[in-house]
Structure formats: C-alpha cells, structure tokens
C-alpha cells in the first residue's frame, strides 16, 4: 500500500502562522476523527456523537471549523507553537513545513518494536513575509484568508475522493489504528512533526530527531 | 438498478438520504445565522445524532425542508436545493449562492449501505460544515443585521441558476457512491456583488454597487411574507431548537434482527479478523451475514401528505440577525458609506463529470483573468441628502472639499531655506518680539 501524500503551500506573515497552520490541521483532522468507540459484548460497538466549533481568526480574514475538544485543540496548538518557534529561532528566511501524518501500528515479533505505517501525509509548506506597512497588514488579512478557503477546498476534494482508509478494528486492535486518549472524540493515530529550511534551502534534521523519539518512546 | 439491493437495505439508504437532506439543510441555514455555531461532542451516543454529528435541528427549517421536498427524496432528476440571498433594507435582493443537493446515474452496487455509506455521508457533511464558511457569502452573513438580512429558500426539482449573475463559480462539496445513485453536493455562488437597484434605474440609469446607509428607520417592520424565525441563541443553547426526535443511534450490534430493538441499527462484525469499511466484506465462515434492523417509526414527527407538487418551492425564510452579538458599524453622522465589492472565488476544482461542468456559467471570466472593471463605484449617497438637488448639495460639498489644498507653510521648499540661515535671523526676531514685549504681555493678561 501506497501512502497518500498531499502538499499544501501557504505564505502568511509571522503572526498568521499559528492561525494559518491551525486552520489546515483543524480542517483534516475535522474529517479524520470519529466518535468515541465504544465496544460491547459480541463484537458490538457503539460510536459518540462529534461536535464542532466556529473559531475566528484574530489576524485573518477566516473562520475555521475545528472538532470540539479542547484537549484535541490543545495537542495541535502546542505543536504549531513549537513549530513557530522553531521558525523564528531558525535565523532562516522563514521557511518550514509542517507534516501531518496519519498512520497504523503494525505489531512486530520481538525483539523489534511495533511498525508504524503511514498511510496520509498532509505536508504544509509556510512561507513567512514580511510587510511593511498596516496596509500592507490588511490586505494581507484578506489574501490569506482567501487562501486558506482555497486550501480548504483543496483539503475537502482529497477527502472526497474515498481512497484508502483502514478497515475498522475490533476491540483490540483499535489501538492500533485510532488514538484512544482523547475523552471526547477518537482521531486516527497520528503525528506531527516539522523541518526548518534554511537559508541556503537545505533542511534540518529536526525531523529525524523527532522520529526517532517518537519511535523510542512506543 | 435496484434489482440487487434487499428491502431492507433500499429502506435504510431511503432513510439515510432523507436525514442527509435534512442535516445538509440545516447545515446550510446555520451557517448563514450571522453567529458561531458550536456544538458538543459526547462519547456516549445519544440516539438523536444523526451520522455520529452533533447538528442541532432548528424546528422551523426543518419544517421548511420537509415542506419542499413533500414526501419525496432527492434523487435522479430531483434535486433538492437551498438558495440563499441578501436583502437589503431599501428593498433590494440578489441571491448569492445556491447548494444543490442531486444524484446522478453512476451507481456503486457493492457498496456496503449500513456503514460505508453511512460513514461517508458523515464525512460529507463535516466537508459541508467546513466549506459553507469558505465561501463569500459566509463573510456577509457574518456581517448581516441593521443594512441587510441574508434569507434562504429550499426547493426540490429542477437546479435554478441563472439568478446569481454571470461569471458564477462552482465548488465540489463532495459525492458518495450509493447503489442507486451517487450523490452529489455543490455549491454555486455569485462572484459579481453588483446589484441593480430598481429605484435607481428608473431616475439615473443603471447604478452598481451596494449602498449601505446606516441612518434608516429600523428595516423589515412589513414582512408577512417572511417567516420570522423564533429561536434565540441564548447562552450556547439554542432555545426552541430540538434534537432530532428521529432515532438514528449506530450501534453495530451481532445479535439477529429478532432480538434487537426495533430503534437500532445495527450491523454485525465478524468474529474473525476486523471489518472493511469500504471495501466489501469477505464473509468468514464463523460470522453471520451483517444483519440490519432500522428504526421502525420516525418518532413524533407528522407524516407529510401524499399529494406533492413537483418543483414546489418552500416560502422565503428569513434568517435572522442577532443583533447582541453583532455591533453595527456606525459611520460618523455627517459621513457617507460606500461599499464597493469585489470577490476573488478561490479557483474551482477542474469539473470531473459533465454533471460538474453543467453547473459553470456560460462566461468564463475567472480563467481568463478578472477585467479590469469588476471594481465599480457606488453612487455617493451621504445620509440626510435629499435626491432633488441644490445645486450644491451635500454630496458634491464633500467631495470637493474632502481634499483640501496642503497649507503654505507646509510647502516651504526646504532647498532654499537651510536650517543655517534659520539660526541667523533668529536673532533679528528676537530683537523685534523684545521690542513688542508689552504687547504681548496685554495678549496674554486679556486671555487670562
């Protein structure tokens, strides 16, 4: 199996950053989220009821919808803080990219541990700007916004498409394919991860570090 | 077509598309309210919540929605749509998108109803809830109150979509393949924000734009051919809003259809082995057919008469502002307020289907590249001005005095003078104000 990969492009001033990259993750995980599983005897299961949340920009002309759950919202919020961070501290030109991947634990014999397999991979390449002026600012609250109703589109479309999903567990191996620690709704497993690019376009290997902790952490 | 679907799958897709009808409506209609929307999620099923999403039901569009479609479903040839226009408070009206809700012929005879359609329909509406606050009507909506209100209107046959201009622009919402038919859900809207004002035509020819004046008598007072829509958003709870009394909880259950409830659905998974959700399911030996039991009653909801028009179009139903969470931008009294509109749609996804294709405009001014004259200027109305006018009326006063000549001492050209030449007549001034000393003394007693 072939994992799908998709890659958005956004260019958005600094302070956009936070809100541009929560309105595209919130997006995707909006549809890659279910209701709680509940299981019973038999093989039965029951699914929760998901709702979501209106959530306005402060610095773009845009409105996101994310699933309401605050625990979920603060997971992704710290790890675009993180990769703001990253970007700022980077002394690059303000390239980076955020990747979102949704994956499958695949239990290996031992000694080795559990396989991940990804199976979708949202990357979002960001560009950051500099503006020079608060007109500069206004128009670049309305472009942004208008772009990000595009990425939506673009989001949605993939979706739609209906490809490869992973079939739906039973009681025990729904922890191999949904993230069970949430209280309210069950996303598919995922991770996010970030790379900085520098100023001469090469990538730093935040990535690889990152994985390889999440890998040992399992 | 329906040769292969058993009864009781034909009755469950026939229910499923009803409720995604009803929750695409709702959808739709909440999202143009002029407010947030926020909802909870819960992991115990509540029974009401239709496809695993916490959507409230709002009784009067609900009751709009079942009105239209009169018994019938959307289907080959019978599309339910939901169009929604702006209303200004002069009177005018343009429609300024339209969601169309059809099926096409293409059908998905292995598709599993209980749950792959199911589960993708939900998907569909979370890409609806989404999409419904990308397109530019959102913005308006969001803006609506004391200028304009933002209506909507559901009704079930033929697409109409010549009311929203040319150069309209499409967007996918998303399909699902179902045995009968595969569903299709778009939306078109209005990109060319220009309103002919009938009243304006009739005196001076034609005028685009939109003219917004803040100083009007409180609007809509005569509205009987609206429906006041009751409900209130009061404190996270819509007041007047009720869950959905129709029963739809998933519970996937193994046990046969003699001993289940007849308000579950229900299907069975295999013993061994998990199930495919979107592929066909390869039966094992040790599991029971997937079994289905549907609810068998739709709670206390009237049945609609069996006697439905065709093509009949629910009445206008005016959403509402909600003027506490709105402030209305207020304009200084002696200024005037100009909107000049122009939208730039994000690029449509490149049709896939002729169904697709059909619903693009016959101009296709968004590939080409916008004409330089979508920028057009509204006729300066200021509030108080009266149209039968003195020759210098208050309009013209403004614009010809809106920029004013810079004053002289501001347009000292600096080459001539530099700052030495400043610091050497100081002294001689400083002799002349020394002279005149006592004058100034007698200014400044006569001020105090």
């Avoid at chain 2, 959102?138 to 150069?167: A, M, P």
């Avoid at chain 2, 429906?227 to 819509?238: A, K």
Wanted: aromatic share 8%; with cysteine; hydrophobic share 35%.
């Amino acid at each position: 199996m072939n994992c799908r990969s998709e890659v958005l492009e956004v260019s958005v001033e600094g302070r956009q950053v936070d809100e541009a990259m929560l309105a595209l993750l919130h997006t995707i995980l909006l549809h890659r989220s279910t209701g709680k599983f509940h299981y019973k005897k038999e093989g039965t299961y029951s699914i929760g009821t998901v709702g979501t949340q209106d959530v306005d920009c402060d610095f773009i002309d845009f409105t996101l919808v994310r699933v309401s759950s605050d625990e979920l919202d603060r997971v992704i919020r710290k790890a675009v803080a993180e990769f703001k961070d990253a970007l700022g501290n980077s002394g690059s030109d303000g390239m980076g990219q955020i990747s979102l991947e949704f994956y499958q634990k695949k239990k290996s014999r031992w000694p080795f541990s559990d396989e991940c397999i990804p199976w979708e991979v949202w990357s979002i390449k960001v560009n950051v700007v500099n503006l020079a002026n608060e007109q500069e600012r206004q128009i670049c609250r309305e472009k942004v916004g208008e772009k990000l109703g595009e990425k939506v589109i673009n989001i949605v479309e993939v979706i739609n498409r209906h490809e490869y999903l992973p079939k739906m567990p039973t009681q025990s191996e729904v922890y191999n394919v949904f993230d069970t620690s949430l209280k309210d709704v069950q996303p598919y497993l995922y991770k996010i991860t970030y790379q900085i690019t520098d100023s001469l376009g090469t990538s730093v290997s935040t990535t690889m570090r990152r994985l390889i902790k999440d890998t040992l952490a399992l | 077509m329906d040769s292969d679907l058993s009864p009781q799958d034909k009755k469950d897709l026939d229910k499923f598309i009803k409720f995604f009808a009803l929750k695409t409506v709702q959808v739709i209609v909440q999202a143009r309210l002029g407010e947030k929307i926020n909802t909870c999620s819960s992991s115990s099923p509540t029974g009401s919540d239709w496809f695993n999403l916490a959507i409230k039901d709002i009784p009067e569009v609900t009751h709009e929605a079942k009105k239209a479609l009169a018994g019938q479903l959307p289907g080959i040839g019978r599309s339910m749509c939901v169009e929604i226009s702006l209303k200004t408070s002069e009177g005018d009206s343009m429609e300024l998108e339209t969601w169309c809700l059809e099926m096409n012929e293409k059908c998905d005879k292995d598709i599993k109803v209980s749950y792959t359609v199911y589960n993708r329909l939900s998907l569909l509406l979370k890409s609806l809830l989404a999409i419904t606050r990308v397109t530019p009507a959102y913005k308006l909506s969001r803006k609506q109150g004391h200028d304009y209100v933002i209506l909507y209107r559901i009704y079930f046959g033929d697409v109409q979509l010549t009311g929203l201009g040319e150069g309209f622009q499409t967007v996918r919402v998303g399909i699902v393949g179902t045995p009968i038919g595969t569903i299709t859900l778009s939306c078109a809207y209005r990109t060319n924000l220009a309103l002919m004002s009938s009243r304006q035509f009739e005196r001076t020819g034609p005028i685009m734009g939109i003219i917004i004046d803040h100083y009007v008598e409180r609007p809509f007072t005569n509205m009987a051919h609206m429906h006041p829509c009751s409900y209130r958003y009061e404190g996270g709870t819509y007041a007047g809003i009720e869950d959905s009394q129709e029963v739809c909880t998933t519970s996937f259950s193994t046990s046969p259809p003699s001993q289940l409830y007849s308000s579950r659905l229900s299907y069975q998974t295999p013993a061994l082995g998990t199930v495919d959700l979107c592929h066909p399911t390869a039966c094992t030996a040790a599991a029971h057919p997937h079994q289905m039991v549907v609810p068998g009653k739709e709670g206390g909801v009237p049945q609609v008469p069996a006697q439905p028009t065709h093509g009949t179009a629910a009445e206008h139903g005016r959403i509402p502002s909600c003027p506490t969470g709105q402030s209305p931008q207020l304009a200084p009294p002696t200024s005037c307020v100009f909107l000049c509109l122009q939208v730039h749609p994000p690029p449509s996804p490149a049709p896939s289907s002729p169904l697709q294709g059909s619903l693009h405009s016959n101009t296709s001014s968004h590939s080409g590249g916008q004409p330089q004259d979508d920028f057009v200027m509204v006729d300066f109305k200021p509030a108080f001005s009266k149209d039968d006018l003195l020759p210098m009326d208050l309009g013209t006063f403004y614009k010809e005095f809106q920029n004013p000549p810079q004053l002289a001492s501001l347009s000292i050209d600096v080459s001539v003078q530099s700052m030495a030449e400043d610091l050497d007549s100081l002294p001689e001034k400083l002799a002349i104000y020394e002279k005149n000393i006592d004058e100034f003394d007698a200014f400044v007693d006569t001020l105090q």
